[in-house]
């Protein structure tokens, strides 16, 4: 992504961190990794974004951080969602899917 | 519930900033090796691995950073970086910080104690409970139906007057139809003469309704407050005190209570105190230190006119509303009840040129309730002009001081160029930095701010001192209540900004490449504009302050000058009033003939007399109207007078006799002697020995002119004398007030011993008040106009002086930074006297374009002044002038210095140094 702190980028990336550890908790580097694979290698999110989305997103309530251990036995930062961000979650991918489908049709019109 | 937790995650850095930072890097630390981990699976070598990770993950401190702007509240932690940053600037040159400080303290001082003025007579409610639900009287009538016993004032909104006093039986009234006050209550004010502890002094005083403290919400700090109890005819005689009576009489002491103090000559019984900062509800300014019942009020007039009281106008009445009830509501439910208890107590006073009144259909005055948070306030009203002024005084010098510290932030900032130069390469943006610089010249006006309330309060005590509002001395508390402080600190704030605001923009608009570049050259020419630009606005600022103050000691001069008609020096004047509260058998005036030989003939008394009514006090100025030929009227003022009054007073008498015995027996036939205004106004001529003329238009013209005096002035300083008219002493006037007037030669002092003994010989008991020299008297007159003068000389003074240091600094710094030039002019052949002409010809052409500005904003400012001005045009062009010369001339002498140093500049040294 880009370097450009747009609204819409910083939302995007938010919903998208949610979706990634929708499943496992996941740490700062496995989330990475995670969106780098669910967008087939085209997103390569930079560290001075992802970081400062988790901390947005924990201020938020809707994921919550906890210190564990990995596999590879390293002391590692684990994000996990809450119930909230479970809510919120939905709630944004309904946005996005009126929005997206909203400007597809404009873009679609004569 | 989202925003809060929000803030609370926010403000977990301010404590937790280590635990916060750890646990990141550890974090990040761990991205960088499972990340490095990953790729060395992969397949990369160990250091490539690493390097890709670390080029992955970017710079640690930028993503730091952007942590740190989400996680905590950046502007604070810029806030605090900031202060210290600034206090260690600060700390680095204690002499331009302390020169700034104290240039900031003088100006948000002064402003402050002007506040603190303005908030304790124009903003500042009782300090009672629910002050916004108290309610107070007055009412309107026209101009010529008068309230015995009372005054009506002119009202600022309608032509008609004014008067804030009732009758007894209006309160008695209203206490029992409102429906709408859960209280009603009325207080009378009055002089009191106290015993207490031993010594008799006069207080402020007041008799109040028996629900007076309970209606206001006041407890007692000792002790108990006065009850309807207490306010019944025949009981006990009791007093509540004010605070600061107690603390200034008693010391305080708790044995206070119970004590018996002899108010006039009538003991009360001191029950209580009520808590410290409430003075009573009178005007401002009056504060009541005893309080009595009401029922009381019998006991300190004199027996013949106890049928006065029911009749006489002098209760201010108050009330509380209930909750939900309005203003409106109390005065319709009301006005009818005040205009059946006022019904045939108003008397018809025609005056001349006023409309005169049918007295079969008297119009009835209308009742007015208005917001009684503040007590009486028409004094209140009265004062705020003056207030204004002196606002506008002290912001001049607050204006000049900031344009002060203007320019030496702007110096410093010069100084600190190549500090400000390698910040913004390092990328610093420069809003940062100007961020920065405020935050110093905010923590600068701050400092000055902490020490201006310091100096603030001392300051209000001087300036009240000064009789900025006439010449009664008010006694007014000014508490440090939250207006007054935050008053202080939005100008603190406020100072901080616009002194700071321009100089940190200058400093640190810097072209990097120059600076790096040997940048030793002479900074840009905007910074030299602004600081000249400053220096004007002070000149200009300093010369307003200085022309106000010459014009109002020209008045003043003027003042002393006007012809009065009469000999004015080494009169000594006094009172034996018979004040509410002293009562001795009365005596007949006829004691007051006895006394005045007993002081005629005192070693160093030339002469001695008394009159009725004292000149240059108000008493002369109610005067009276005087019917000639019954179809001319005139408003003449009169006096009454002892046969030894002209002599004393150095009067001539032009035509006729003076008053002989024979005038002053009672029933003789009403005779007066009338000056040559009089004589020429109702007669037209001053052969007017044998007129006649009267007082009263219904008994015909009963007096009859037997001697023409001198002009001379009685009452105003002002405009043309006025027609007067002097009458014998009435002779059946069965009580002593009576104003003694005594010629001495020698020594004030001894004259005044003397005549305290003779007195005292006389009669023991006769109290001699209210001694002062005529002279005083009169400067009584224009006490305000004398106080503007003083605070205008005293801050115009204090402004030039800060101009002049300012211009001294300037111009020091300016030769410094043309060293280079300068040398370079002496290397091609200046001579030291030209270069010296130069420096103070540029300096002084800034003054005098300061000069000229001045000038042209005290034409527009003096209107504000031309109230008070006498005898000289508020444009006068020979105040000016001196004024503009004055302002040369220091500031010649300011800039003599720099540039003599100048012109000792060595050229070879100059040069070098370059």
């Keep these: 992504m880009t370097n450009e702190k747009s609204e819409l980028l910083q939302g995007t990336l938010d919903m998208l961190i949610l979706k990634a550890i929708e499943r496992d908790a996941m740490h700062g580097f496995g989330l990475s990794q995670r969106l780098r694979e669910m967008s087939r290698d085209v997103f390569q999110v930079e560290m001075g974004s992802l970081y400062p989305a988790l901390c947005r997103l924990e201020a938020q309530g809707w994921i919550k951080g906890a210190w564990g251990v990995s596999d590879a036995n390293r002391k590692a930062r684990y994000y996990s969602l809450t119930a909230a961000g479970r809510k919120q979650f939905q709630a944004e991918t309904a946005r996005w899917e009126t929005l997206s489908s909203t400007i597809n049709l404009m873009l679609k019109a004569t | 519930m989202n925003s809060f937790r929000r803030l609370l995650f926010r403000l977990q850095p301010l404590f937790f900033k280590k635990k916060i930072e750890t646990e990141l890097s550890e974090e990040l630390q761990a991205h960088l090796e499972m990340a490095t981990e990953a790729n060395l699976v992969a397949g990369m070598s160990p250091e490539a691995a690493r390097q890709a990770a670390l080029r992955e993950l970017g710079g640690f401190e930028q993503i730091k950073e952007r942590y740190r702007d989400e996680r905590g509240l950046p502007w ?104 709408t006050l859960s209280d009603v209550f009325g207080f009378v004010s009055r002089d009191l003469y106290v015993n207490a502890e031993g010594s008799t002094e006069a207080v402020g005083g007041q008799f109040a309704s028996g629900d007076y403290h309970r209606g206001f919400g006041v407890a007692a700090a000792a002790g108990r407050v006065i009850t309807a109890d207490d306010d019944q005819p025949g009981a006990e005689a009791v007093a509540v005190i004010s605070d600061r009576y107690w603390q200034r009489r008693f010391g305080g002491d708790p044995r206070a209570i119970g004590k018996v103090i ?57 009330g509380r509303l209930k909750p939900g009830a309005t203003l409106e509501q109390t005065r319709a439910s009301l006005e009818g009840v005040f205009q059946a208890t006022a019904r045939g107590h108003l008397e018809v006073n025609p005056l001349p040129g006023v409309p005169a009144i049918d007295p079969a259909n008297i119009p009835l005055p209308q009742l007015r309730a208005v917001p009684g948070g503040q007590g009486l306030y028409e004094m209140r009203r009265k004062h705020e002009h003056a207030l204004l002024l002196i606002m506008g005084i002290v912001t001049l010098v607050l204006l000049v001081a900031c344009a002060n510290v203007a320019n030496l932030l702007l110096a410093r900032g010069t100084a600190r160029r190549r500090e400000f130069a390698v910040r913004l390469a390092l990328g610093a943006g420069r809003a940062r930095l100007v961020r920065q610089l405020l935050t110093e010249s905010v923590l600068l006006a701050s400092l000055g701010g902490i020490a201006g309330l310091l100096l603030a309060w001392w300051g209000a005590q001087a300036l009240l001192a000064l009789r900025p509002f006439g010449s009664g001395l008010l006694q007014i508390d000014t508490p440090l209540d939250w207006r007054v402080l935050g008053f202080t600190t939005a100008v603190a704030l406020a100072t901080g900004i616009v002194f700071g605001l321009a100089p940190a923009l200058r400093s640190t608009r810097l072209n990097l490449t120059e600076e790096f570049q040997g940048g030793a050259r002479s900074p840009g020419g905007s910074r030299s504009r602004f600081a000249h630009a400053m220096m004007v606005v002070q000149v200009a600022l300093t010369l307003v302050l200085l022309v106000g103050a010459g014009l109002l000691v020209r008045t003043l001069r003027n003042f002393h000058q006007v012809d009065v008609g009469f000999n004015r020096e080494s009169l000594l004047l006094f009172e034996l009033l018979a004040p509410l509260g002293w009562r001795a058998p009365l005596k007949p005036v006829a004691t007051l003939d006895p006394i005045r030989e007993r002081l005629a003939a005192l070693p160093g008394v030339r002469g001695a007399t008394y ?105 105003g300083l ?73 605070l205008c000389s005293f801050f115009g003074t204090l402004a030039l002086l800060l101009a002049a240091v300012g211009l001294y600094g300037l111009i020091s710094y300016q030769v410094l930074r043309r060293t280079g030039e300068i040398g370079v002019r002496m290397a091609l052949g200046a001579l030291p006297a030209q270069v010296l002409r130069m420096i103070l010809r540029e300096s002084l052409t800034l003054v005098a374009l300061g000069v000229v500005i001045g000038g042209a904003l005290s034409v527009g400012a003096t209107r504000w002044i031309a109230s008070l001005l006498f005898g000289v045009p508020a444009h006068d062009p020979v105040t000016y002038g001196c004024v503009a010369l004055l302002l040369l001339a220091v500031a010649t002498v300011a800039c003599l210095l720099p540039a003599r140093r100048a012109a000792k500049i060595a050229p070879m040294v100059a040069l070098r140094s370059e």
């Excluded at chain 2, 932690?77 to 210290?84: G, N, P, S, T």
């Excluded at chain 2, 003991?267 to 401002?284: K, L, S």
């Design chain 2, 76 to 179: 604070l932690d810029y806030l605090v970086q900031d202060l210290r940053y600034a206090i260690r600037q600060l700390r680095k040159t204690p002499g331009f910080t302390a020169v700034a400080v104290l240039s900031l303290a003088l100006g948000i001082g002064a402003n402050t104690a002007v506040f603190s003025l303005v908030n304790a007579v124009l903003l500042a409610e009782l300090p009672v409970k629910s002050p916004g639900q108290l309610v107070l009287f007055n009412w309107l009538a026209e101009e010529t139906l008068m309230p015995r016993g009372g005054y009506a004032t002119p009202d600022p909104n309608s032509n008609k007057y004014t008067c804030p006093a009732f009758l007894l039986t209006t309160l008695e009234a209203f206490r029992a139809n409102a429906p």
């Design chain 2, 262 to 318: 002899v108010v006039g000559d009538v003991p009360v019984t001191v029950v209580g105190v009520t808590a410290p900062g409430f003075n009573g509800a009178a005007q401002v300014g009056y504060a009541v230190d005893v309080t009595l019942p009401l029922a009381l009020l019998p006991r300190f007039v004199a027996a013949e006119h106890l049928d006065q009281i029911p009749n006489s106008w002098w209760v201010n009445i108050m």
């Design chain 2, 611 to 715: 009159e009725y009514r004292a000149s240059y006090s108000w008493q002369v100025r109610g005067g009276g109207v005087a019917y000639v030929q019954t179809t001319k009227n005139e408003g003449v003022g009169r006096n009454e007078v002892d046969s030894s009054y002209l002599a004393t007073l150095e009067i001539p008498l032009l035509r006729g006799r003076n008053f002989d015995p024979h005038d002053h027996r009672e029933g003789a036939p009403e005779v007066a002697i009338v000056n040559q205004a009089f004589a020429k106004k109702c007669f037209g001529t001053e052969d007017v020995v044998g007129q006649r003329f009267g007082w009263d238009p219904t008994k015909g013209a009963t007096v009859e002119i037997v001697g023409l005096m001198r002009d001379a002035r009685h009452y």
């Design chain 2, 718 to 790: 002002k405009g043309e004398v006025p027609p007067f008219a002097l009458t014998p002493y009435p002779r059946s006037s069965t009580s002593l007030d009576a104003n003694f007037i005594v010629r001495f030669s020698g020594s004030e002092a001894t004259a005044l011993a003397g005549a305290r003994a003779a007195i005292r010989e006389i009669d023991a008991s006769l109290p001699m008040t209210n001694v002062r020299t005529q002279v005083e008297q009169i400067d009584r007159r224009f006490a305000q106009e004398r106080s503007f003068a003083t």
